[in-house]
């Protein structure tokens, strides 16, 4: 069982940034990503790398303003997003997988765990 535990989510105006964590309980075989649920919508991907850090997959919808990456000493990854948007308030989810960043992007059912999630408003 891996447990995992999403912090830093709060309210921004738009243009601003926020940097999500998720601490995870067990880490270094895992790929770790970040999806989001906006209400009244499906859960979609935004982002994720592999256990090395050797493949990144990342959303176009937030390419070129968010960034993930990784601490394994910590065994802790994080979500810099910057130029936020209002279309980008959602409820981020952390998540932790076996298979690859491009499997997990185009496949949810996958990933294998699930942080609670952290809440992301952007107002404008």
């Known amino acids: 069982q891996v447990r995992l535990v999403e912090s830093g989510g709060g309210l921004v105006q738009a243009g601003g940034s926020l940097r999500l964590s998720c601490a995870a309980s067990v880490f270094s075989r895992y790929t770790m990503g970040w999806f989001r649920q906006a209400p009244g919508k499906e859960r979609e991907f935004v982002a994720a790398m592999s256990w090395n850090g050797g493949s990144t997959n990342t959303a176009d919808s937030v390419k070129g303003r968010f960034t993930i990456s990784r601490d394994n000493a910590k065994n802790t990854v994080y979500l810099q997003m910057n130029s936020l948007k209002p279309e980008d308030t959602a409820v981020y989810y952390c998540?932790?997988?076996?298979?690859?960043?491009?499997?997990?992007?185009?496949?949810?059912?996958?990933?294998?765990?699930w942080g609670k999630g952290t809440l992301v408003t952007v107002s404008s």
């Open positions: 998540a932790a997988a076996l298979e690859g960043p491009t499997t997990i992007r185009y496949n949810l059912n996958r990933v294998d765990y």
